[in-house]
Each structure stands twice: as structure tokens, then as C-alpha cells.
């Protein structure tokens, strides 16, 4: 299957009013897509009681990535096409039934020794790892807040859009959409004429180092 699209709903989005139209937006879609949850406030309670309990940055790497899986559960039951799926098998058995695939990202990325294990992988360099996995798909990014339309891969690094891992997961050959605020109101038509929301991200150049977390 072609022209997968991999949708990240970034972890601030729990906590937005947006979110309701943002999945109803990606239920109209007539493109194959898959949705990588964030953390969100989940994985922020992760990060607030590993100062309190003193668990190493592993344990909070794989507690981050079961919040979400938090995220993504509740994203499941907020419409009626979306199915949660672990693996690329399920993802692909999804499609091909016409639903969307939640990605319930635990197993998969913790059986990759190469993504770091620790809070220099966040959910947007994930979905860009997830993006890589599957032949031909582009990745749209979905924040709380609209890029400028110069902005390249490494500016959103820079910034601290995405984080410090993202170029290093990131394939040379998925292309990047960043989709705002701005986006919203014509996200649903846009996914049901099967364009993708948001501004391509200009620029894909060689990888920037990690940085450590």
C-alpha cells in the first residue's frame, strides 16, 4: 500500500479543545493514515515523579512511551474508525479494512536498539522512526502552534518544535508536514480530497547529531 500518511497528534493536544475537531478531521480522510499519539499529560507525570522516586531515564523512556499509549487508547474511543494496532502487520491489516490505525508504539520501539532510551526521543521523532518502517510514507506533524514558511528540519530542532533525536530518526526520504492551529478549519476537506494538512518542511538534509538528553 502507497501514499501512507503517518498523523502525530502531538501530547498538548489532549488538553485542547481542538482535539475533537482534529479527529473528526482525520475520520474523513480517503488517504491510508496511521496516528502516533503523544504523551501529553501523561507522559508529563512521568517526567514530575522521576525526580520524586529517582527511577533512571530507561525506566521513564519506556513509561513515556506506555502514556502514549494512554493517549492513544482515549484518541480510540473518541471515534469509530480508529483501532489500535502494535504492529506494522496490524497497521496494514487496518488499512486494508478501512479503519485507522492508532499506533500503540511499546513493543516495536523498545526492540530497536538503535532509538535512544531517554528523553531525547519524544513522540515526534518516533512517528518519524514509524514513518521509516512503512514504504513511501510522508509524516505530518500535528502542534499547537504554526511554523513559519522557511522553516527546514533543522530550524525545528533548533527551536525546540521537535526533539533533539527527530533528524536522527528521521529517513532521508520522508517528507514532513507541519500542521497548526491555522490548518484545522480545512483539515477534514483537505484528508477527504486526500491532500495532507499543514506546510511541507523544506530543507531535508543530512541527519543532525543527537544531543544527549
Known amino acids: 500500500m502507497k501514499d501512507i500518511v503517518v498523523v502525530k497528534f502531538g501530547g498538548s493536544c489532549a488538553a485542547s479543545s481542538d482535539l475533537a ?88 520501539v523498545l526492540a530497536d536498539p538503535s532509538i535512544p532510551k531517554d528523553w531525547c526521543v519524544t513522540s515526534d521523532s518516533l512517528a518519524a522512526w514509524l514513518a521509516g518502517q512503512l514504504p513511501g510514507a510522508r509524516l505530518c506533524l500535528v502542534k499547537q502552534i504554526d511554523i513559519p514558511e522557511s522553516a527546514t528540519v533543522e530550524a525545528l530542532v533548533g527551536a525546540h518544535v521537535v526533539d533533539d533525536c527527530f533528524a536522527q530518526l528521521l529517513d532521508a526520504a520522508t517528507q514532513v508536514y507541519v500542521a497548526g492551529p491555522a490548518d484545522l478549519a480545512s483539515a477534514g476537506l483537505r484528508l477527504e480530497e486526500g491532500q495532507i494538512p499543514g506546510r511541507l518542511v523544506a530543507g531535508q538534509t543530512a541527519a543532525v547529531p543527537a544531543m544527549a538528553g
Open 21 to 108: 475537531r482534529w479527529v473528526a478531521a482525520v475520520e474523513k480522510t480517503r488517504i491510508p493514515l496511521v496516528i502516533v499519539p503523544g504523551g501529553g499529560p501523561f507522559a508529563n507525570t512521568v517526567r514530575r515523579y522521576q525526580q520524586r522516586i529517582g527511577y533512571d531515564d530507561e525506566a521513564a523512556h519506556e513509561m513515556a512511551i506506555l502514556a502514549m499509549e494512554q493517549f492513544g487508547c482515549a484518541l480510540v474511543s473518541l471515534a469509530s474508525r480508529l483501532v489500535k494496532a502494535g504492529t506494522t502487520e496490524a497497521i496494514m491489516k487496518a488499512l486494508d479494512e478501512g479503519r485507522i490505525p492508532v499506533w500503540m508504539p511499546r513493543d516495536a
